[in-house]
């Protein structure tokens, strides 16, 4: 079976659950490393072209990440294209089954049942702590409602601020993400990149966790080891919540 994948969760997915079936990716699957499939250009701007030319027998794609005409032009071309849906933890796994058992014909993998026992086990802390969690600046743009990170951060104890919003992805100055009342502050490296010298700054006398944004915002591999690396970074900032497995 030959596969391309549009989406960076997904890549990494199929690519340590069965590496021969992928012959493209796009420029931002940055994991498994040296990943050999051909690169057909990003998840908004992926070469159309380029991906009809391989001759995929499916191509996965994201209904947030990837582009519907994009889509309708594989569609035209007589490629057959699975769009997932990914927006709580549970869909997560749901569509990682989809993908690779369904989809792509593979056993289901051991990893995927590892990553479900390590968010069965994590047990939030009494007393959890609103936050606000910026994914841009320049405008602003923080976490609203229904996103995937946001319910990953609730499993550990961590109350989004927006995330009653009527807007996923809302624009909010940060003279107001200052004065929302939040204890906390959460900075993912991607899709901003966040760090400890570019964002904290912005909340001053604000605890700041910095989090590697492959163990927040990405489904797949990466979920298994997800609770600790993610509860590690809140414990950095807040010992008292004690948040994560």
């Not at 998840?43 to 027998?57: G, M």
């Not at 869909?91 to 014909?105: D, K, P």
């Not at 602003?140 to 995330?163: E, H, I, K, S």
């Not at 609770?227 to 919540?241: D, F, M, S």
Request: charged share 20%; glycine share 12%; net charge negative.
């Amino acid at each position: 079976m030959r596969v391309v994948s549009l989406v960076p969760s997904l890549t990494e997915a199929v690519a340590v659950t069965a590496p021969g079936l992928l012959v493209g990716v796009t420029d931002w699957c940055s994991h498994p490393a040296g990943l050999a499939a051909a690169r057909v250009g990003g998840t908004k701007n992926p070469d159309v072209a380029a991906v009809v030319r391989l001759r995929p027998d499916l191509v996965i794609a994201n209904e947030e990440e990837n582009r519907g005409p994009d889509l309708d032009a594989l569609r035209a071309a007589g490629i057959e294209v699975l769009v997932t849906e990914v927006r709580t933890l549970g869909q997560a796994f749901g569509e990682l089954e989809r993908v690779l058992v369904g989809a792509c014909g593979l056993g289901r993998p051991a990893w995927l049942a590892e990553a479900e026992g390590a968010w069965a086990a994590v047990r939030p802390p009494a007393a959890p702590v609103r936050a606000v969690i910026p994914v841009w600046r320049r405008p602003w743009m923080v976490l609203g409602r229904d996103t995937f990170a946001g319910d990953l951060l609730a499993r550990l104890g961590v109350v989004n601020v927006y995330a009653d919003h009527a807007e996923r992805y809302p624009r909010i100055g940060v003279d107001e993400l200052r004065g929302s009342g939040a204890g906390l502050v959460v900075l993912p490296d991607e899709p901003y990149a966040f760090g400890p010298g570019d964002g904290p700054e912005a909340f001053p006398g604000l605890p700041a966790a910095c989090v590697d944004g492959r163990f927040l915002t990405w489904y797949g591999p990466s979920l298994t080891e997800a609770p600790a690396v993610i509860g590690a970074a809140l414990r950095a900032v807040l010992p008292a919540a004690d948040p994560g497995p």
